[in-house]
């Protein structure tokens, strides 16, 4: 029987999502596929409403598979891995849903380019960040360049990116890293719990947001601005805005139904 390297279970509009790749659930060419096809199938169904991804044992996502790449003949064509991984990073930076990281140990190199991408890091007290791909000559090449600066700032970036050093959970917090630490026996109660609220939020505004939120950084400031102008019309013409429009004149909870 194969081992399935992605575990998924659905509750209450939430997707829970468990890479398992034993030892440490290191992301490869067939790992990736795996994750992209649940992101463009399971959890594009109507009926999901925000993700939890994990990792099964010790380690989220322990970075990517070495031996891939120290096998791989540069000379042919590149690694099949290069352009799957930020395909699938960058599908979810933009997914119109949220997406929340329950980084449960290790969460290095790849790992840390997949919880970057996610719109919420929890960390377990257990965690453990880095990029250490310039102890091997490397570089990041799933977003961590682009995205660490925009999340912790460019001196803090420059320090992971460069020394390649690991943080441990509570100065990952307290660099802007994560948003929140708690015990391990917590991690996924709390995430699921994160998960379940952000479930209740209007779908159309939470897929706006992030899409101008992402599109907005490429975009002059003024630009990106009359741009927010132009989807907030868009969204007022929405049955879900009229509805919440109404629920709150009406002192009632709003019935969202994503239209």
Request: charged letters at 25%; glycine letters at 10%.
């Amino acid at each position: 029987m194969s081992h399935d390297t992605v575990r998924t279970e659905v509750r209450a509009g939430v997707l829970s999502i468990t890479i398992d790749r034993p030892p440490v659930n290191a992301l490869d060419t067939a790992l990736l596929q795996r994750l992209l096809d649940v992101f463009e199938g399971e959890a594009a169904e109507a009926g999901i409403r925000s993700v939890v991804i994990t990792g099964a044992g010790r380690a989220f996502v322990a970075g990517a598979d070495i031996r891939s790449f120290a096998e791989h003949d540069v000379s042919s064509e590149p690694h099949p891995s290069m352009r799957l991984g930020n395909d699938l990073f960058n599908l979810i930076e933009a997914y119109p849903k949220a997406i929340i990281a329950a980084v449960n140990g290790a969460c290095l190199g790849g790992g840390s380019e997949l919880a970057l991408a996610c719109d919420f890091r929890i960390a377990s007290s257990s965690a453990v960040f880095g990029q250490p791909e310039i102890k091997l000559g490397l570089i990041p090449a799933w977003g961590a360049i682009q995205r660490l600066p925009r999340l912790i700032g460019r001196g803090r970036a420059l320090d992971l990116l460069l020394t390649g050093r690991t943080v441990a959970a509570d100065e990952a917090l307290a660099i802007g890293l994560v948003h929140e630490v708690v015990e391990p026996d917590a991690l996924v109660p709390r995430a699921q719990d994160l998960a379940r609220t952000l479930a209740s939020i209007a779908p159309l505004a939470l897929a706006a947001t992030k899409e101008r939120l992402v599109k907005g950084q490429s975009e002059r400031q003024g630009q990106a601005i009359r741009d927010d102008e132009w989807t907030f019309g868009d969204l007022l013409g929405s049955e879900d805005a009229q509805e919440g429009l109404r629920a709150f004149l009406e002192k009632r909870p709003p019935a969202w139904q994503g239209r």
